[in-house]
């Protein structure tokens, strides 16, 4: 991970980036006349972006558009760090020192935050020559005469979340397994201060969990049930928020195999459990006044002889009967059980993160999280802030009890397929089922996985939810 640390002065030594919003605020920096009138040149072409030279120091200037409102502002700052990022590594540079003109904290956190992310690489199986596929860019040197220590620190914090939750994503199941998940987790809680619980296949049977089991038994390798709690003493919740992350850590579609393309990028079908344990990670370690359990049902849906085939009727963790009608909607059935489970905790909110569908991914695409529930209009709306904070947008489908009916089974007394309207809310209607307590859905299938680099959003896993979780848990 790239170093971020709090400059004290303006080194001369290492490249300057500047961030700034407006002529007058660029003063203080001391730049020659033929670097200020590159720099002035660039404002009136509209140029975003200005790499100069200052005598021996080279400077990028971003320059802001204030005239955008405060997080899509925010958000612009995000993506202009991404493009200074790619011309600092392209020119082989290691270590800068990012300035605010402004004073604006926010907004150099902001600007840091898209550094760090975009910044990221997966290379754990690079091994011919390491060091020519890794990103130049070690350190970031920050330069704000505002800026708080714990903003900073708490920044750190979530950048190793939000990375953490993208090695998981990327890791295949060759490595990281049901088993070697659940040990990752207890590894995070170790670290972070949080109680962790592993459930083997010989207690999940014992508690009667017919849809992770059911889900699993097409697998050599057992399913696993992780429990995680932080409750700290100045908790400010009296009872606790669950967290429920979907953990399939690789999905062939079980007998409805999925065809052509469909296999390649199923490793992130565990994308929710990253964003769950990740976010457990980050507020444990920030040590933020909150009591949160997560819960983590993992398994592969794979395919043998004893696999479960559309037809079958499964007797879930709450009682409730289920019509299979199709093996590849597997998600929802572990989750049912992992959601009934956390009732016993009589939780004042569930939040529940899964790639579940194609058809909110195919509703929205790759460019926010599809959401719905039962939670209160005020719950809503803050969750809503913070996914503006962090651009990691909610997009909030009906959740209409005529939906309802189109899960009724005629052999048992729900299926687990909705029909060909309204897919991504059937799925969260089947999960509303199994838990009573205020509950939101968040099918993150378009934006945890991508196919190519999105601005400061890598290839691959992009640990979306860990800064959403993060930015709502820090403002309760």
């Given at each position: 991970?790239?170093?971020?640390?709090?400059?004290?002065?303006?080194?001369?030594?290492?490249?300057?980036?500047?961030?700034?919003?407006?002529?007058?605020?660029?003063?203080?920096?001391?730049?020659?006349?033929?670097?200020?009138?590159?720099?002035?040149?660039?404002?009136?072409?509209?140029?975003?972006?200005?790499?100069?030279?200052?005598?021996?120091?080279?400077?990028?200037?971003?320059?802001?558009?204030?005239?955008?409102?405060?997080?899509?502002?925010?958000?612009?700052?995000?993506?202009?760090?991404?493009?200074?990022?790619?011309?600092?590594?392209?020119?082989?540079?290691?270590?800068?020192?990012?300035?605010?003109?402004?004073?604006?904290?926010?907004?150099?956190?902001?600007?840091?935050?898209?550094?760090?992310?975009?910044?990221?690489?997966?290379?754990?199986?690079?091994?011919?020559?390491?060091?020519?596929?890794?990103?130049?860019?070690?350190?970031?040197?920050?330069?704000?005469?505002?800026?708080?220590?714990?903003?900073?620190?708490?920044?750190?914090?979530?950048?190793?979340?939000?990375?953490?939750?993208?090695?998981?994503?990327?890791?295949?199941?060759?490595?990281?397994?049901?088993?070697?998940?659940?040990?990752?987790?207890?590894?995070?809680?170790k670290d972070a201060g949080?109680?962790?619980?592993?459930?083997?296949?010989?207690?999940?049977?014992?508690?009667?969990?017919?849809?992770?089991?059911?889900?699993?038994?097409?697998?050599?390798?057992?399913?696993?049930?992780?429990?995680?709690?932080?409750?700290?003493?100045?908790?400010?919740?009296?009872?606790?928020?669950?967290?429920?992350?979907?953990?399939?850590?690789?999905?062939?579609?079980?007998?409805?195999?999925?065809?052509?393309?469909?296999?390649?990028?199923?490793?992130?079908?565990?994308?929710?459990?990253?964003?769950?344990?990740?976010?457990?990670?980050?507020i444990a370690k920030a040590?933020?006044?909150?009591?949160?359990?997560?819960?983590?049902?993992?398994?592969?849906?794979?395919?043998?002889?004893?696999?479960?085939?559309?037809?079958?009727?499964?007797?879930?963790?709450?009682?409730?009967?289920?019509?299979?009608?199709?093996?590849?909607?597997?998600?929802?059935?572990?989750?049912?059980?992992?959601?009934?489970?956390?009732?016993?905790?009589?939780?004042?909110?569930?939040?529940?993160?899964?790639?579940?569908?194609?058809?909110?991914?195919?509703?929205?695409?790759?460019?926010?999280?599809?959401?719905?529930?039962?939670?209160?209009?005020?719950?809503?709306?803050?969750?809503?802030?913070?996914?503006?904070?962090?651009?990691?947008?909610?997009?909030?489908?009906?959740?209409?009890?005529?939906?309802?009916?189109?899960?009724?089974?005629?052999?048992?007394?729900?299926?687990?397929?909705?029909?060909?309207?309204g897919g991504a809310i059937?799925?969260?209607?089947?999960?509303?089922?199994?838990?009573?307590?205020?509950?939101?859905?968040?099918?993150?299938?378009?934006?945890?996985?991508?196919?190519?680099?999105?601005?400061?959003?890598?290839?691959?896993?992009?640990?979306?939810?860990?800064?959403?979780?993060?930015?709502?848990?820090?403002?309760?």
């Open positions: 991970m790239t170093v971020l640390k709090r400059a004290k002065s303006l080194p001369a030594e290492t490249m300057l980036v500047i961030i700034a919003g407006k002529k007058s605020s660029m003063n203080r920096f001391r730049l020659s006349e033929s670097a200020i009138a590159e720099i002035n040149k660039a404002w009136e072409s509209d140029r975003k972006q200005v790499q100069v030279s200052n005598g021996k120091q080279q400077v990028i200037v971003c320059l802001k558009d204030n005239s955008a409102e405060a997080h899509t502002r925010k958000e612009m700052l995000r993506r202009s760090a991404a493009q200074a990022v790619t011309a600092i590594n392209e020119q082989k540079i290691q270590h800068i020192t990012l300035a605010d003109a402004d004073d604006n904290t926010g907004e150099i956190l902001a600007f840091a935050e898209g550094m760090l992310l975009s910044n990221y690489q997966f290379l754990r199986y690079k091994v011919k020559n390491p060091a020519k596929d890794a990103n130049s860019l070690t350190q970031v040197d920050v330069f704000s005469a505002r800026l708080k220590d714990q903003s900073l620190d708490r920044l750190k914090i979530v950048m190793q979340a939000t990375f953490m939750a993208r090695d998981l994503v990327n890791e295949p199941v060759s490595t990281l397994d049901a088993v070697k998940l659940a040990k990752e987790f207890q590894e995070m809680g949080f109680r962790v619980e592993v459930f083997g296949k010989s207690k999940i049977e014992s508690l009667k969990m017919g849809g992770l089991l059911a889900v699993n038994r097409g697998s050599d390798i057992p399913p696993t049930f992780t429990v995680m709690e932080y409750k700290p003493r100045n908790a400010k919740n009296k009872k606790p928020v669950v967290l429920v992350g979907k953990g399939v850590v690789f999905d062939t579609g079980g007998y409805n195999i999925k065809v052509g393309a469909g296999m390649e990028t199923m490793k992130c079908d565990m994308g929710g459990a990253a964003a769950v344990g990740a976010s457990m990670w980050a040590k933020l006044p909150v009591h949160v359990i997560a819960l983590v049902p993992a398994t592969d849906n794979r395919i043998n002889g004893s696999a479960y085939v559309a037809g079958d009727v499964l007797t879930m963790y709450s009682g409730l009967t289920v019509e299979v009608l199709n093996t590849d909607a597997e998600g929802r059935l572990i989750l049912a059980d992992a959601l009934a489970y956390g009732e016993q905790f009589d939780p004042q909110l569930v939040l529940e993160f899964s790639t579940l569908t194609g058809a909110a991914m195919a509703a929205i695409g790759s460019y926010g999280i599809v959401a719905m529930g039962t939670a209160s209009e005020r719950v809503k709306q803050k969750l809503k802030t913070s996914g503006e904070n962090v651009y990691e947008r909610l997009a909030e489908f009906p959740f209409w009890p005529e939906y309802d009916e189109l899960i009724k089974s005629d052999v048992a007394e729900i299926k687990n397929l909705g029909g060909p309207y059937t799925a969260g209607k089947f999960l509303a089922q199994f838990v009573k307590s205020p509950f939101m859905h968040f099918d993150i299938a378009g934006p945890a996985f991508l196919s190519a680099k999105d601005h400061y959003r890598p290839k691959g896993g992009t640990g979306v939810g860990v800064r959403l979780l993060f930015d709502y848990f820090a403002s309760i």
